[in-house]
């Protein structure tokens, strides 16, 4: 049976989601330089994979213009958006190729993976695999350091909307 992408999409939008900008930085390649150096990528496909090792995952479209260059970068940090980063994920998510990183504030790993200032958690991971996944390739991470912040709300995805947590939260 042949399935609909589109009645696909709206059903797997009923899992809601966060939302992560997944940044890299080529080696060898500098900040500021335009077409080139760090770049990110907006993804709702993060997911943990083990707990021992650490691992994690993203699912990164095969006709992405980066997937070449992530295939070329050992270090990735997923920076999960907090509420109120709307226009991180929109800017990361266009196919603008210039100034994507504009009076964006971040600061950077040692490899030079840009951290997105503001983002309620940076999880830095060294890339350990990329499995087949049809039209996406899944990108597995081994976790090499952490940071998040104790409080503050995430930005959430559902049924194809940014949407807010609200307050009350159950259990
Ligand atoms: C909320 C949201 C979630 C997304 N999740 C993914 C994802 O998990 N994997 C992916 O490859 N692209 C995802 N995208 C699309 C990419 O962000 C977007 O296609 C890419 O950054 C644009 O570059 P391109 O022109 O090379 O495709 C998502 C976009 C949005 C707005």
């Not at 226009?87 to 840009?114: H, I, K, N």
């Not at 899944?138 to 090499?144: E, F, P, Q, S, Y």
């Amino acid at each position: 049976m042949s399935i609909d992408p589109r009645r696909f999409r709206n059903a797997i939008g009923c899992f809601a989601t966060g939302i992560a900008v997944v940044t890299f930085c080529p080696e060898g390649q500098e900040k500021g330089a335009e077409g080139s150096g760090p770049f990110g990528i907006t993804v709702n496909s993060v997911t943990s994979v083990s707990l021992e090792p650490p691992l994690v995952l993203f699912c990164l479209a095969r006709a992405s213009r980066y997937y070449a260059d992530v295939m070329a970068c050992r270090e990735f940090v997923i920076n999960i958006l907090a509420e109120g980063q709307q226009d991180l994920s929109a800017r990361f998510a266009s196919s603008a190729t210039q100034g994507q990183w504009r009076e964006v504030a971040a600061g950077v790993t040692a490899a030079g993976a840009p951290v997105l200032a503001g983002a309620l958690a940076a999880i830095t991971c060294s890339r350990e695999v990329i499995h087949d996944g049809g039209d996406h390739g899944i990108v597995i991470g081994r976790v090499t350091a952490l940071d998040w912040r104790p409080e503050g709300a995430p930005l959430l995805y559902y049924r194809g909307r940014y949407v807010r947590l609200d307050g009350d939260m159950q259990g």
